[in-house]
């Protein structure tokens, strides 16, 4: 009897120790299935991950009046906004960028539209554009003040608007008709006069109703940005320093009216942000 029970012992010691070396197998097995699940689903991820091709060469094309040319801009960089802009895009992508200033002083947006129309280098820059800058519109507004003065109205200004807006309409589709594809950015104009010439009645209100009417007009547009400019040079530094020696320290001394070098930092800032919140229109091919 005593050694029926010590056998019994043995075959239930083997039985608990061949069930733990099962269980143990088992659980090893399991696990390692698991782990290699895993890394197959990481690979396959891996595998999976899209890659975006990028554009190695970005072209620039920038049309329109003395702001595009870089009137008033400090000799050491020169170029206006056009030149930063160009630099900016190639050290955040990597990529070579370059620029082509089609910018004349002095340009109303009759005159920009006649040029897109006739340059044939323009017309040769405009279809490998990458990016489309404009500047348009400060002429125009200047043309009508040098015509009306301190007598300028509401009235005068609403008129000179509603017939911009269709020239700008007009600029804007013969740059289309060269490039379909390219977005195009078009910077509005800006108020030096309500710090220099305060007394013109109604100059304020006009800056701000023109850059609306032409952010409507790019707003029919396919991919046209419109960049609002119109306060920049107004901050708080801006007019004490003009109450305190007549200059204000973002515009060119020489007329008052321009940006130097850094207002045109200031502007190339403002481009570049929308530029860059719009890559994947530029630089995705």
Not at 114 to 137: E, F
Not at 178 to 184: E, T, V
């Amino acid at each position: 009897m005593k050694k029926k029970s010590i056998w019994i012992t043995a075959i239930v010691i083997v039985l608990v120790v061949i069930g733990g070396g099962l269980g143990y197998y088992f659980t090893q097995s399991k696990t390692n299935n698991q782990t290699s699940n895993t890394n197959e689903t990481e690979k396959v991820a891996k595998k999976k991950k899209k890659v975006i091709p990028k554009k190695t060469k970005i072209n620039i094309v920038a049309v329109g009046d003395s702001l595009t040319e870089g009137i008033g801009d400090s000799k050491s960089v020169g170029g206006g906004y056009v030149t930063r802009l160009r630099k900016d895009v190639a050290d955040k992508y990597k990529v070579k960028t370059n620029a082509y200033n089609y910018g004349v002083s002095g340009d109303t947006s009759n005159q920009i539209m006649t040029r897109i129309q006739n340059d044939d280098k323009m017309h040769k820059d405009l279809p490998n554009a990458d990016i489309i800058t404009v500047t348009v519109g400060g002429n125009d507004f200047m043309h009508l003040l040098q015509r009306k003065g301190i007598d300028l109205t509401a009235n005068d200004i609403s008129n000179e608007q509603t017939q911009f807006d269709e020239r700008l309409k007009q600029l804007l589709s013969d740059i289309r008709s060269y490039n379909k594809d390219a977005p195009i950015y078009l910077i509005g104009i800006y108020n030096p006069f309500s710090i220099y010439l305060s007394n013109i009645k109604d100059a304020k209100t006009a800056f701000i109703n023109w850059n609306k009417g032409s952010a409507e007009v790019a707003a029919t547009v396919n991919d046209t940005y419109f960049i609002d400019i119109n306060n920049l040079y107004m901050s708080n530094k801006a007019m004490k320093a003009v109450k305190k020696n007549g200059v204000n320290p973002y515009l060119f001394k020489e007329d008052h009216f321009h940006p130097n070098g850094k207002g045109y930092d200031m502007m190339t800032a403002k481009v570049f942000e929308e530029v860059s919140k719009t890559s994947k229109e530029w630089l995705i091919k």
